[in-house]
């Protein structure tokens, strides 16, 4: 059973910078294509960024390029997201993501859809004050 847990959420300045972790248990990372999204209150959850199984490939939502970047290490079964220069308007629960990639998937393949992933964590909340 795939489970993934999300930390390094908290409250931040406006201006500041957050890294958030993923781990995920019970398979191997390679074997899947990672994303994160986050949802503010009141709003849908959104796309944020995503990575390819292979790690070559990754997409970020318009708004949060050149602000935010994710990485992965498949050796320690965690998937990365670097946050800097933060606004208050990236205030949200942040989720990380895996969707299953197999053997006739491309590794090079990232998905934006939130309907494409199989698994779910449980959310970090990133607060960032004004």
């Known amino acids: 059973q795939v489970q993934l847990v999300e930390s390094g959420g908290g409250l931040v300045q406006a201006g500041g910078s957050l890294r958030l972790a993923c781990v995920l248990s019970g398979r191997t990372l390679h074997n899947y294509a990672m994303g994160w999204f986050r949802q503010a209150p009141e709003k849908e959850r959104e796309f944020v960024a995503a990575i390819s199984s292979g790690g070559d490939r990754t997409s970020y939502a318009d708004s949060l390029k050149g602000r935010f970047t994710i990485s992965r290490d498949n050796t320690k079964n965690t998937v990365l997201l670097q946050m800097n220069s933060l606004r208050p308007e990236d205030t949200a629960v942040y989720y990380c993501?895996?969707?299953?990639?197999?053997?006739?998937?491309?590794?090079?393949?990232?998905?934006?859809?939130?309907?494409?992933?199989?698994?779910w964590g449980q959310g970090t909340q990133v607060t960032v004050s004004a």
């Open positions: 993501a895996a969707k299953r990639v197999f053997f006739s998937d491309s590794s090079s393949t990232y998905y934006q859809d939130r309907n494409d992933y199989n698994y």
